[in-house]
Each structure stands twice: as C-alpha cells, then as structure tokens.
C-alpha cells in the first residue's frame, strides 16, 4: 500500500456518495462483502439465513458511512492525507460500533457470544475494510487530478487554435481602417489591446459578463469596416448571471457569422443576439442572414467543432452548441448550465 506520507495534496478529489451512481458501487461492494462473510466455514446457520443477517447488517453500516461521509465531506477535503486517513477509519469503526450495539440490543440471545466479543470482530472487520477503502480514495484522487490535467491541457491546445484566427482577422480589420480613418484606425487598435488583454489574462475561464463585453469590443471592429452593412441587434437579460465559461466560446461564432453573412453583402443586414435566462440553463441564440454564395457556413472549421469540445471539456453533456440552417438565416443556439445545476 502507497504510504500516505508519500502523496501530499492541497484538496483532494473526493466522490460525491449522494450520487446514485457512487452509491450503487457501495451496495455492490457491500453485497460481495456480505456473501464473502456468508460462505465463512464458522457460520452455524444456514447459508440463507445468514446471508440475510449479514447483508442487512452491512448495508447498515455502509450506507450509514455514506451519510456522515457526504456530510462531512466539505471539511475532510481539505485535510491532509493522514488525518484524512485517520478521519475516514474513525467514521467507519463508529458507525460500526452503533451498528453492533443496535444489531446485538434487537437480536441478544443467551446462545450468542457477549457484545463485546461480536463487536470487536465487526471492528477488526471494518478496520481492513477501511485500509481497503482509504486506498481506494487516494487512487480516485490521483485518476481524478489526471483527467484534469489532461482536460487542461486539451482546452489549452484548444484555446491556442482560435486565438491566431482571432488576430489575424482582426488585424485586418484594422489595416483596411487605416486607409479610409485614420483617427478610427487608432481607436480601433486601442480597442483591440483591450480585447487581447482581457482574452490572454483568462487561462482558461472567464465570466460571461466578460465574454459579452469581449464579444462588443469585436463586434465595434467589425462595424468599423463594414460599416452600414452590419447592424447588430443586442436583446440581453436585465441582470447578467454568475457563470464562468471558456475563454473565446461566443465571440468566434460571431465571427463566423460576420464572415458569411455581411463580408459579401451589399445591404444592411441585421445581427441578432439574444440572450435567454431560465431557472437552470441560460441560452445564447445568435441569428445572421446567409448569403447566397455562403450556403454552407457550419463548414467553418474552428467555430464550431472546436468550442463543441471545449464546452465538453468543461461542462460534459450539461452545455450544448447546435446549428439551424433556416432558408436565407442562419441561426446557432448556445446553452449553458447556471452554476450548480
């Protein structure tokens, strides 16, 4: 067994035992210990019967360590791994130790062994169990830190591939202003360092209020250069929520939607963006007219498929980004999960 000494952590990453998932590992678990027990060649009673007592009675005493687990949780995180240790065993041998005296109070019998000879052998019982159990926890922990590295590092690789595309349409943006305004051309450049000063800050995350003030800032570019051509149609929430989300998310579809739906045109044509706030999820709907020659703009290879991997990354199957293509629009539908649901 790896020595507890050996691995120092900052937090750990423990189990959620509230989840239906985790919690049929520990019936499972629990049953196997159960039958294991059963087959034991000092049982007397019949295989059955004594497979009934133990199951109930090892059922008790994990799903009632599951409770002052969860319960505890908060607090065991963030201890160091030999108090935690410590903690996890004296959680277990307790609710052992309940669990005997109740079991032995409803089922004494002048046959059976004293109290406390059955409750030391459930003790020495729990005691293995709780090695086994600690173990357990520091392998969860350890696989749990890699995929997160790994996630990082995939949405670092991820972020790096948009954030050229950005610069370099935006750089344009800015060269072709320098010969029709000059005094727009500086004022652009001042808004470009601002928009690639908040985008390189955020590693990863950043909140939405962020996210939409970044997405006007290029929105300010882009109506620069093609003047009447762009009209953008804000319809936000009065109260813009806490959520946090990657970097660069909504800004390259708006991107997208100015390349194949204004560069060519010779009207005005108008940008919808309409942010919808429910109880759970917060929806993103950005709507744009597709001209005849850009029929296929979900082809754009970074806008879509990279930010659908991102947004796994990070919110699993609780975010979703889909594509309408509607006759002359073209309409992409963001939705988010509110921080804890």
């Keep these: 067994m790896k020595k507890l000494q050996d691995v120092p952590r900052l937090e750990l990453q423990l189990p959620d035992l509230?989840?239906?998932?985790?919690?049929?590992?520990v019936v499972v678990f629990s049953q196997a210990l159960a039958l294991i027990l059963a087959l034991a060649p000092y049982s007397s009673e019949p295989f059955w019967s004594s497979l009934g007592t133990i199951s109930?009675?090892?059922?008790?005493?994990?799903?009632?360590?599951c409770l002052v687990f969860s319960r505890l949780q908060p607090r065991l995180r963030f201890m160091s791994l030999m108090p935690f240790a410590l903690a996890v065993q004296l959680i277990l041998l307790s609710v052992t130790f309940v669990c005997s005296y109740l079991s032995f109070w409803f089922l004494q019998d002048g046959n059976k062994v004293s109290f406390w000879t059955e409750a030391a052998n459930n003790l020495i019982i729990a005691f293995i169990?709780?090695?086994?159990?600690?173990?357990f926890l520091i392998m969860y922990d350890e696989l749990a830190r890699s995929i997160t590295s790994q996630q990082?590092?995939?949405?670092s690789a991820l972020q790096a591939r948009i954030r050229p595309h950005f610069l370099f349409n935006s750089l344009n943006t800015v060269a072709e202003l320098i010969h029709t305004d000059q005094d727009a051309a500086e004022q652009a450049l001042l808004n470009l360092a601002d928009l690639f000063r908040a985008a390189m800050a955020s590693a990863e995350n950043i909140s939405l209020q962020d996210e939409l003030a970044l997405c006007k800032q290029y929105l300010a570019l882009e109506q620069w250069r093609l003047g009447s051509r762009l009209v953008v149609n804000w319809q936000l929430p009065e109260t813009i929520p806490t959520l946090n989300l990657p970097a660069l998310t909504i800004q390259p579809l708006l991107?997208?939607?100015?390349?194949?739906g204004f560069e060519?045109?010779?009207?005005?044509?108008?940008?919808?963006i309409k942010v919808y706030l429910g109880k759970k999820q917060l929806s993103i709907v950005i709507e744009n007219p597709v001209a005849t020659s850009h029929k296929k703009q979900n082809k754009n290879g970074i806008a879509i498929a990279n930010i659908q991997q991102r947004l796994k990354i990070l919110f699993g199957q609780s975010a979703q980004l889909t594509t309408y293509e509607l006759a002359d629009m073209y309409r992409v539908k963001l939705v988010l999960p509110l921080e804890g649901e």
Excluded: M
Aim: charged share 15%.
């Design 255 to 260: 991107e997208n939607a100015v390349q194949y």
């Design 152 to 155: 990082k590092a995939k949405l």
């Design 129 to 135: 169990v709780g090695l086994v159990l600690i173990q």
């Design 264 to 272: 060519t045109r010779t009207v005005a044509g108008v940008l919808d």
């Design 56 to 65: 109930l009675f090892i059922h008790w005493i994990s799903l009632g360590s």
């Design 18 to 25: 509230t989840q239906a998932s985790h919690l049929l590992r």
